[in-house]
């Protein structure tokens, strides 16, 4: 079964500035997607931005971009230029590419602060 | 704008007693699922439906059953609520696809005393 591993439970950043969030993932798959969600304190859990394992290129969502590496099995989350509104609870999640597989897993989570 | 809605905010229920939490989402997806969210632990996956009358269990079903009689509606049932079973529940969707985004309910507090 696939795991996925986000080992800071919490970071903080000073706005501004830039924050590397860290996933790693374990998985024998070859094809498959990575999402970054985003969970403020209202509690709505919104898609930050995903990344398909065939394409190589990053993905990039204004100040959003991840870092995969497939070898490694990384994909970590990069806020440039970091807002108020950034702070939240933030999820990686794998999901299968095989028929049939509609399941997310998701790591714990890491817990952004932003400070003014 | 996508939706997904969830019946209650917060839910106080005491131990023992059938719970339904219910969940409806206006994007006609094919997928809905239900998550359970605790401190420390992420989101585990307890059933999801791909279809109508289909079901899936997740990763943690025991306690828990659903219902899917319509297309935009997934309830979760908990036969006989219990202490442990006092966590945050969070509904989503999704189209068909592994690359369509989860859509996401604010969530329901449950409280089991």
């Known amino acids: 079964a696939q795991t996925v591993t986000q080992s800071q439970p919490e970071m903080s950043v000073q706005e501004a500035e830039t924050v590397t969030l860290s996933c790693t993932y374990d998985?024998?798959?070859?094809?498959?997607?990575l999402f970054w969600y985003k969970q403020p304190p209202s509690r709505q859990m919104i898609l930050v931005i995903r990344?398909?394992?065939?394409?190589?290129q990053n993905a990039t969502e204004n100040r959003f971009s991840v870092n995969f590496q497939k070898a490694a099995k990384s994909f970590s989350l990069k806020i440039s230029d970091s807002q108020l509104g950034d702070a939240a609870m933030y999820f990686c999640?794998?999901?299968?590419?095989?028929?049939?597989?509609?399941?997310?897993?998701f790591g714990k989570g890491t817990k952004l602060t932003v400070n003014p | 704008d996508v939706k997904v809605t969830q019946s209650s905010r917060y839910l106080v229920k005491r131990t023992g007693e059938k719970v339904f939490l219910e969940c409806v989402q206006d994007?006609?997806?094919?997928?809905m699922f239900w998550y359970r969210q605790d401190p420390g632990l992420g989101l585990r996956l307890i059933y999801f439906?791909?279809?109508?009358?289909?079901?899936e269990k997740g990763d943690i079903p025991e306690g828990y059953s659903v219902s899917r009689e319509k297309k935009e509606r997934f309830s979760l049932i908990l036969e006989s609520a219990s202490t442990n079973q006092t966590s945050m529940y969070l509904c989503?969707?999704?189209?068909?696809?592994?690359?369509?985004?989860?859509?996401f309910g604010n969530g329901t507090r449950l409280t089991v005393t």
């Open positions: 439906s791909y279809d109508v009358k289909m079901k």
């Open positions: 990344q398909e394992a065939y394409k190589q």
């Open positions: 998985t024998s798959e070859s094809d498959y997607y």
């Open positions: 994007m006609d997806h094919e997928n």
């Open positions: 989503a969707s999704s189209a068909p696809g592994a690359y369509s985004p989860l859509h």
């Open positions: 999640a794998y999901r299968s590419r095989q028929g049939g597989s509609e399941k997310l897993v």
